[in-house]
């Protein structure tokens, strides 16, 4: 008798052990905004796991460029962008972000990970490299096994594992892949090695701002403004799901390189455009991010705060350097207690643990935005400090 392609989903016991428990994480209900306050299956909570660096995902300029799309152009275009999807907003914003970047054209996908499946898989072929950091996120790994290029890993970070694999690929085409700043780790790539290294070995580089867009540079355009060598990244990725306030994701280099990804990523010809909706909101936040650097200011100072105190206490910050303060709790078990404990006192942050992260070093990634106030941070700390106590994390 053969077997039955669904035994996998019969036998997936551990989301309903986890559920017995109490202490299940994930796809809980949110019925508000995401601010730095929101309501969680019908309870307020203070939260330390978004993505809203600059608080822009309920201003109402933004809001009102959402709906005024919306009034002009409909709730979709109903096709892909190569076809009937593409509309004068979508290329008004893809000029606009380009301008900003520093780039000659950006093209805008339907998401970001799209942006990562898309350009990627279309820019490496047959006896071409991608060399990726192994913490890079999840849609450049699936870009990559994507694109029928050969994919090699560098550890994280590690410049001098980085030139090991160039050597080994000398003289073929290479694409070195890196975040700006790590999802999980939040500590910002070493850019000026890695840049320095692809020139010694005729490769380019290709940066995914995703978390960085709007949070590091002086005037927020990411990682090559913040060590001031924009023009040293080759190709530059930023999902509009963050500091964007929308949904969606740019590509920006060369008119060349962009027209070439046009024409030839599968994610952009095959799928549906962006709802215009999505696109005008990205539009205001991108008026924002320049007309108001000093959300950019707070963002930074939250950060500092809450890294220092969180140090104070005892808990293990990693190598964080941004908005992202991942904490180390141990196990997965005391990470999903962990989180429980704090859900019931009121913050919602994100456990995270294996296989994103090495065995018995599970984390509760934390996160922040520049409209959390003194009381919302003074709160997460008291909390912290109660929980990581009650298990034994600090002293």
Known sequence: MSADIFDKCFNFSVVNELKKTGFYPYFHRVESAQGPEIIVDGKKKIVVCSNNYLGLANHSKVIEASVTAVRKYGTSCTGSRFLNGTND??????????????????????????????????????????????????????????????????????????????????????????????????????FPEASKLAKKYGARVF???????????????????????????DVLMATASKSLASIGGFIASKAEVVDYIKHNARTMIFTASLPPACVGAIDAALDLIISEPERRTKLMETASKMKSAFQSMGYNTNNSQSPIIPLTVGSDLIAFKMWRMLFDEGVFASPVVTPAVPEGQAIIRTSYMATHSDDHLNFILEKFRKVGKQLGIIA
């Open 89 to 190: 907003l979508h290329e008004k914003v893809e000029k606009k972000f380009a301008n900003f970047i520093g780039k000659e054209e950006a093209i805008l996908f339907t998401t970001g990970h799209h942006s990562n499946l898309g350009a990627l898989s279309s820019l490496v072929g047959k006896n071409e490299v991608l060399i990726t950091d192994k913490l890079d996120h999840a849609s450049i790994i699936d870009g990559c096994r994507l694109s029928f290029g050969e994919m090699a890993r560098f550890r994280h970070n590690d410049m001098s594992d980085l030139e090991r694999q160039l050597i080994k690929h000398q003289g073929k085409g290479i694409l070195i892949v890196v975040d700006g700043i790590f999802s999980m780790e939040g500590d910002i790539v070493n």
């Open 207 to 233: 940066v995914d701002e995703a978390h960085s867009l709007g949070v590091i540079g002086k005037s927020g355009k990411g990682t090559g403004e913040h060590f001031n060598m924009e023009e040293d990244v």
